[in-house]
């Protein structure tokens, strides 16, 4: 069975609950997994206590295709007939091709599902989070519609942590807006994948992360219309690794890197590289005054430090340097 235009993967269909057949579900949930089964499992169990009377799918991407203790958490739920869904591996190991592969699997077995979600395996869905996104989606004809994704720290970590930007989504209120920038809580309609084709995001991405604010900006320059819903919330689980300075100040240098390979992939002709350029020149100054404003604003000096961790990565992807935070060690 073919996952995307370019890889293959093992089917692993199971039934689910009151199942009216593929040509019955309005809505399909797409979860990437990768060496998190417990999590998974939490992500699961919080789609099958979804509050809602839209008849959904989930579709769960495993993405080692090795070890595989994700297909073996979601084939168990599945075949327990608590969630209506399948299980499929994806080989090409990477964040781009996992999602890829959901995506396109979704939209060939699912032919009459309109919405398309998206939940990462390190999150938990509140009951009416589903709900809301699809109906957000129908009563504003939305092409897009992203809600936020709260952090669960653990009970060590420090208020300077707590308050950091990494952690928190930009937008905070229900209505329109410009953009949004993360598929960690996303629904996109049929219609989108129709305009901006397949594979949905770019295999450039694959390994440096970004290829979803790629996509949005794609579709936004499509024309495609984004819609926010603040009461559609997700919760990601912060593992200690990620409260720590390094991990902080790393993240953040890795946003001004991908916000500038997406600038260099738009970039037309010798104008857009000197727009580039410009930029690369003017950023550390700009960020001197933004660090020193959010100092001023929070007191707090590692959050004062994120906007010049992302001029530092702006600056290192400028001379060739990408990090690969998605290639995983063996």
């Known amino acids: 069975m073919t996952l995307s235009p370019t890889g293959t993967g093992e089917d692993h269909s199971q039934p689910g609950p009151d199942r009216q057949g593929e040509t019955g579900v309005r809505a399909v949930v797409v979860v990437p997994t990768f060496r998190r089964p417990a999590m998974l499992a939490d992500t699961l169990a919080s789609l099958e206590a979804q509050e809602t009377s839209v008849s959904f799918a989930v579709v769960v991407l495993e993405n080692d295709a090795a070890g595989r203790e994700g297909l073996a958490v979601a084939r168990r739920v599945f075949a327990a007939r608590r969630l209506t869904g399948l299980a499929a591996v994806e080989p090409r190991q990477g964040n781009v091709h996992a999602i890829n592969a959901?995506?396109?699997l979704a939209l060939e077995r699912f032919p009459a599902a309109d919405f398309f979600l998206m939940i990462d395996d390190d999150e938990v869905a509140t009951p009416g989070w589903l709900d809301l996104m699809v109906k957000a989606a129908e009563a504003q004809d939305a092409d897009i519609v992203g809600g936020p994704v709260q952090p669960r720290f653990h009970p060590g970590a420090g208020?300077?942590?707590r308050r950091h930007p990494v952690?928190?989504?930009s937008i905070d209120r229900t209505g329109p807006v410009a953009m949004i920038y993360g598929t960690g809580n996303c629904l996109l309609r049929r219609r989108v994948f129709a305009r901006v084709g397949l594979p949905a995001l770019d295999e450039r991405?694959?390994?440096l992360g970004g290829g979803d604010l790629d996509l949005f900006?794609?579709?936004?320059?499509a024309g495609l219309g984004f819609y926010w819903v603040q009461e559609a919330l997700i919760v990601e689980t912060v593992p200690p690794e990620?409260?720590?300075v390094g991990w902080v100040l790393r993240r953040g240098m890795r946003i001004g890197t991908i916000n500038r390979a997406v600038e260099r992939k738009?970039?037309?002709g010798m104008a857009g590289r000197l727009r580039i350029l410009a930029?690369?020149?003017a950023i550390v100054p700009a960020a001197l005054m933004r660090a020193l404003a959010v100092l001023v604003r929070t007191g707090n000096p590692l959050a004062a430090a994120h906007p010049l961790a992302v001029s530092a990565g702006r600056l290192t992807s400028a001379l060739g340097f990408e990090p690969q935070p998605y290639k995983a060690k063996a």
């Open 159 to 161: 208020s300077q942590f």
């Open 217 to 221: 900006d794609r579709c936004r320059r």
């Open 167 to 169: 952690f928190w989504p």
């Open 266 to 268: 738009n970039a037309a």
């Open 242 to 244: 990620r409260t720590r």
């Open 205 to 207: 991405f694959n390994f």
């Open 279 to 281: 930029k690369d020149l």
């Open 102 to 104: 959901g995506f396109a």
